[in-house]
């Protein structure tokens, strides 16, 4: 049988991040957050930038939102540690990440 995949959820300052799918919810996180300031960090996935202004070379790895592109074309694993990592530059803000398997029920 197939192993399923698992479902990101992220929660920021109580608020649940909302999306169709992991890139969805991974962008949704890093609206929240604030574009600018990510793209401010210094986290990279496989020596590329998180966010970006301007269209990159591998405009496959990027989905284009708000003028930006952010890098969506990585694993929920991947995202799930990304966020992570968001969290330790950003104390600020309480920073909740999951990854959940989809026949679990959803956290309010």
Do not use: N
């Not at 049988?1 to 890139?23: T, Y």
């Amino acid at each position: 049988m197939p192993k399923a995949r698992k479902r990101l959820q992220v929660w920021i300052d109580g608020e649940r991040c909302e999306g169709r799918s992991g890139a969805h919810v991974f962008i949704a996180a890093l609206e929240r957050l604030g574009l600018e300031r990510i793209e401010l960090l210094p986290i990279r996935v496989s020596g590329l930038p998180i966010v970006v202004s301007v269209r990159p070379q591998r405009a496959d790895l990027y989905t284009e939102h708000a003028g930006k592109y952010v890098r969506t074309c990585t694993s929920g694993a991947e995202k799930h540690s990304l966020l992570q990592r968001i969290a330790s530059h950003l104390p600020e803000h309480k920073i909740e990440v999951r990854l959940t398997d989809p026949a679990e029920d959803l956290l309010a």
